[in-house]
């Protein structure tokens, strides 16, 4: 570890050759896993994750880097192997920094240090249980909880040291059914920025347990899906990962700022169907993608990106903002010490609407209901986007009828969001893993159930009919 | 400060543990990237990871840290004892004495780590003039990078056992987009070597903007079954899929398509694929992660399925030798692959393309995380390539989307090409391959 007057010593190192900001980003995380496979312990592991990373910032460039260990000898090379890269003269130089611990304002009720091995283990088995006699066609279950207990500090030459600590855990249940050669999966992954309180008193893993269960006979039984251009209804919840590929990505500064997303000079302007409007909130109570402060020590906040279907705002963060002459909005982060940090998303969603999730079946003539979807991909430069769905229906006469399999949508998020025709009021969040130029980190997805009038739906069923 | 491994064993050893094992993997790099004309940006990055299991008991402990300091060895004693003590399930928990023979080479090259931040600089800038320079039609370098790398890997064992390799690589990244009217597409290319002296700019230039230029125009085909050759990227991506179908403890645990089909015709006879961690390679690894030594092997031989991936643990249960595919992922090892080569056939790729009336080339997969489900082979994907039209390429297609399923397709081969090409994303040396009928959805 490294104290105040080493962290300026170490700061003013990198300032020598013209930077005008830097930052030391030090995280100490204690994660724990324990695996339950076919009703048994099958693995458990603790892993310490320790290091620190370290940025400088010269007008429009950065460098970075980082080192595990933590100490003013290596700093101090770090940063001056860092500061190498520029060739101007000095512009800033730091005599004082605050020290700050920030309010964890989604502090455990439960910690998990107070929790021991065999109350998980317990916990897991419940829900695991009943999803593995649920059906003699239920081949393999398992369950999991991943645990993280971070502390991080982030020394800055904005004039701070600011420690922060966070809690989040995930626990997830999958199952594989077969029959006749056929096997299909199941999964639920439920998670959050809190203690084991979560799990304990807000997740009912049985019920869980049953529900993945009956999703994965349901993809068992089911026909291959029809490909073609048809509407689509996408359930709320996990559905909102359409969202999160075709819209949120794209809003990301450092694809806007470089002018290479398809949203990119377009605030104030109609970028999607005056039903939609949507959020990014990384300060929702608990929220899995919810922080204290960003990666760079700004408070995360509620942003509004789309109202009534014109564009208000970027998530935006301090380096990329420097190309749009606009400050960071609390979006800034990282995987870990490992990696740079850029603008992400945090806990994005679709806002309610007014229609009823039955109103908008009942209007469906011929089309796909994706109750629920599996992830996908963008390309933030051309909008082009996928996902997959894993729990479908074909709806005729405005009834949901038989279940499909197989089925993927692409499309552009241009024309997606202009083709969202019903909005529900249905709003949920689920929870996801985010990859992209910073790493993988946790996000919530989140909509209430939505129509897209027209959109092109992969599969192996043939014709549309 | 180094990890004191003695004392580790040592206290292994006083805690009653049956066998133990460290493995250790340090890395570090340096990567460059430049936008409009200057150093953008540029990271320093060193580090290490130690993986240390135990068995106690007969059951494995694991455990994982990133901090080297005197408590070290207690921290590794203690979690290895905590996870252990939970652990069910009655799986051979198996340290490895040794291979009988490892065939220990080095592909180790110092002058790939040339720390020359200006000398690269420079050459990545003018790698983007001269993409800008390329054709007018091409709009915008939306990144040029390089990156070097460095990795060490060391395996000790309380039988013993010393392992270790190193090596180092670099590879050159371009991302360019190309505009005509209001339509954006994007061309991408990765190159990746051990060689430093195997990097052809002109070449890399020309492939980053012929694979956006190619694309101006793109339109969806009509949805319906073609005869499609897939590019040597995309038919390692598929075949990859079908490889991870070979996991023994998938076999086992009878969530795999491939469960009793060993030695069996699976796929086309047209297909042998073998599987070399012993070329050198960017993928070049003497020893697994468990400490089995690794050999040539094939994974399918004329579509006949030759052998399951196997780990230690899984090969105890199916009472067969060890195959050196265990890679390390915390306590568990499971089954992976080092460099596959996919054997060539006589065709060149031209003479594929000639021979079809009304098809389809894909060059692009796209949502495979998502759109492929792993334990049934079927899979729904985005996909764009070109027509095939009276035996040429023709009009680009983006936004298409292709499905299948992986033993059904495969089973359709017309023809294997003889245009191998390394692919560094699947880590498989392929050639393009033309599938006879498959699903395409467009307009």
Known sequence: MINKSQAIQILNAGLKTGADYAEIFIEDKLSRVIVIENGKVDTSTVARTCGAGIRLLNKLNSVYGFTNEVNVKSLTRLITSLADAFKDKQVLSIDELKTKKVRDKHAPEIPFSEVNDEEIITYLKEGEEVARNYDKRIIRTGAQLAINETKTTLISTKGFILKDEKTHARAALSCVAAENGKIETGFEGPGASAGFEFFKNTVDFKALGERVAKAALLMLEAKECPSGKMPVIIGNGFGGVLFHEACGHPLEASSVSKNLSVFANKIGQQIASPLVSAIDDGTIKNGWGSNNIDDEGNPTQKTVLIENGILKNYLIDDFNGRRMGLKGNGACRRQSYKYEPTSRMSNTFICNGNSTPEEIIKATKLGLYAKSLGGGSVNPVTGEFNFACSEAYMVRDGKVCEPVRGASVIGTGQEILMNIDMVGNDLERAQGMCGAASGSIPVDVGQPTIRLSSITVGGNGGELK | ?443
Not at chain 2, 274 to 294: H, M, N, Q, W
Not at chain 2, 346 to 357: A, V
């Open chain 2, 1 to 443: 400060m180094k990890l004191n491994e003695k004392k580790f064993f040592e206290l292994a050893k006083e805690s009653n543990f049956e066998a133990a094992d460290i493995f250790f993997h340090k890395g570090a790099s340096l990567s460059l990237s430049v936008f409009h004309g200057e150093l953008n940006s540029l990271t320093q990055n060193s580090g290490y990871i130690i993986t240390a299991r135990g068995v106690v008991n007969g059951k494995f402990g694991s455990v994982t840290t990133e901090v080297i300091d005197k408590n070290t060895p207690e921290f590794l004693i203690e979690s290895i004892k905590r996870t252990a003590k939970v652990i069910e399930n009655d799986d051979p928990s198996i340290i490895f004495k040794g291979s009988e023979k490892y065939h220990k080479k080095s592909t180790f090259n110092k002058d790939v780590l040339t720390n020359d931040v200006k000398g690269k600089t420079d050459l990545l800038l003018d790698i983007e003039k001269k993409l800008l320079a390329y054709d007018k039609r091409i709009a915008e370098v939306v990144s040029v990078a390089y990156e070097e790398s460095y990795s060490e890997e060391k395996l000790s064992n309380s039988y013993g056992l010393k392992l270790a390799q190193k090596q180092a690589d670099y590879s050159f990244v371009a991302e360019v987009t190309a505009k005509q009217g209001e339509e954006v597409r994007t061309g991408f290319k990765v190159f990746a070597s051990l060689d430093p002296n195997e990097f052809d700019e002109d070449k890399f230039v020309k492939e980053v903007a012929e694979d956006a230029l190619s694309k101006l125009g793109s339109t969806q085909c009509k949805s319906k079954k073609y005869p499609v050759i897939l590019n040597p990227e995309t038919a390692s991506t598929l075949l990859k899929f079908l490889l991870q179908s070979m996991d023994a403890e998938d076999i086992q645990k009878h969530s795999s398509f491939l469960e009793g089909k060993l030695n069996q015709q699976i796929v086309s006879k047209k297909l042998t694929i073998v599987e070399d961690p012993l070329r050198k390679s960017i993928l070049f690894k003497y020893f697994d992660d468990e400490g089995v030594a690794t050999n040539k092997k094939f994974l399918i031989k004329k579509g006949v399925l030759s052998t399951y991936l196997y780990t230690l643990q899984s090969a105890k249960k199916d009472g067969v030798e060890p195959t050196g595919n265990g890679y390390r992922g915390g306590s568990k090892a499971s089954a992976g692959t080092a460099l596959v080569v996919v054997k060539p056939g006589r065709t060149s790729e031209q003479n594929m393309i000639s021979s079809i009336n009304e098809g389809i080339y894909l060059n692009d997969l796209q949502g495979l995380h998502a759109g492929m489900n792993a334990q049934s082979g079927n899979f729904s994907l985005q996909a764009a390539g070109f027509m095939i039209r009276n035996g040429k390429l023709a009009e680009p297609l983006s936004l298409i989307t292709v499905a299948d399923n992986l033993l059904e397709m495969f089973n359709k081969v017309k023809t294997v090409g003889n245009n191998s090409e390394f692919v560094l994303r699947t880590g498989f040396d392929c050639p393009s391959i033309l599938i006879s009928k498959m699903a395409i959805s467009g307009k």
